[in-house]
C-alpha cells in the first residue's frame, strides 16, 4: 500500500463550524490531491497540490480551502461547514512530475475520511 | 469538458461467468485511462493504466483494453472475492486547465459475483 494516511477516519461536525482535514504521505511524492465522493455523482476533484505552497482548484472547489508547508502534509479546510459538504473525502498521491512523458500518472488513494455535518 | 460514462451500473454474475464492463469517455488529448477497484469502506484501489488506442493489460482475471472513444474491463472466470465497484477515470492533457492533472472519474460499476 501506498503510505497515505488520513486524519480523522470519522468526523462528526455541526453547520458553521470549521473543519481541517490532514492528509500525510511517506512517498516524498510531488503530486497530492482532494477528492470526495457522493452518491450519484462519483469522486470530484476539490484541490490539488503540485508542490509545497503551489496548489490551484478542481472541479469542486467552492467552500474548500488547502494548504501544503511541507512536502509530506496536505490539509483541506472547510472554513464554515454546511450539510452539502457531508460527504467522504479522499486524499490521493502521484509520483507524476512535470517533466515525464506522461507514464507514471497513477494516483494512490488514502483510506478516507467520512464527515457528517448536521 | 471532460466526461466519463460507465454501464451498466451494477451487474451480478454468476461465479465462473466471464463478462465485460464499459467505460466511454470525451476527453480532447487523453493522458491517461485508469481503472480503479473499490471495496466498501476503503479507498479506491489502482489496477490498470492505459494511455493510447490498442494497448491492453491484464491482471490475473482482469484484462483492459481501449479504443479512442471507450474501454473495456473484462472479467475472466470470476471469483465471489471480485466483488467491488470498478471505477474508471480519464486524465486531461496538462494544458486544459481547471485542476487539469486531477482525474475526471465515473460513477462506477458494481458488481456482484454469486458463488
Known amino acids: 500500500d501506498a503510505g497515505i494516511t488520513q486524519s480523522p477516519r470519522h468526523k462528526v461536525t455541526e453547520t458553521g463550524t470549521p473543519v481541517t482535514l490532514r492528509c500525510h504521505q511517506t512517498?516524498?511524492?510531488?503530486?497530492m490531491y482532494w477528492y470526495r465522493q457522493d452518491p450519484g455523482h462519483g469522486l470530484r476533484l476539490i484541490h490539488y497540490?503540485?508542490?509545497?505552497?503551489?496548489?490551484d482548484k478542481g472541479e469542486v472547489s467552492d467552500g474548500y480551502s488547502v494548504s501544503r508547508s511541507k512536502t509530506e502534509d496536505f490539509l483541506l479546510t472547510l472554513e464554515s461547514a454546511t450539510s452539502s459538504q457531508t460527504s467522504v473525502y479522499f486524499c490521493?498521491?502521484?509520483?507524476?512530475?512535470?517533466?515525464?512523458?506522461?507514464?507514471?500518472?497513477?494516483?494512490?488513494f488514502g483510506p478516507g475520511t467520512r464527515l457528517t455535518v448536521l | 469538458e471532460d466526461q466519463v460514462t460507465q454501464s451498466p451500473e451494477a451487474l451480478r454474475l454468476q461465479e465462473g461467468e466471464s463478462s465485460s464492463l464499459n467505460c466511454s469517455y470525451t476527453?480532447?488529448?487523453?493522458?491517461?485511462l485508469f481503472w480503479y477497484r473499490q471495496d466498501p469502506g476503503k479507498g479506491p484501489e489502482f489496477l490498470f493504466t492505459l494511455y493510447s488506442a490498442g494497448e491492453e493489460k491484464e491482471k490475473e482475471r482482469l484484462k483492459a483494453t481501449l479504443t479512442k472513444k471507450e474501454s473495456f474491463l473484462h472479467i475472466t472466470a470470476p471469483k465471489p472475492e471480485d466483488s467491488a465497484t470498478y471505477l474508471c477515470a480519464v486524465q486531461a492533457p496538462v494544458y486544459s486547465g481547471g485542476g487539469a492533472d486531477g482525474l475526471t472519474f465515473g460513477k462506477g460499476t458494481h458488481l456482484i459475483i454469486q458463488p
Open positions: 490521493a498521491i502521484s509520483s507524476a512530475t512535470p517533466w515525464t512523458g506522461g507514464t507514471d500518472n497513477e494516483q494512490f
Open positions: 512517498e516524498n511524492h510531488r503530486y
Open positions: 476527453v480532447s488529448g487523453l493522458r491517461g
Open positions: 497540490s503540485y508542490g509545497v505552497k503551489d496548489t
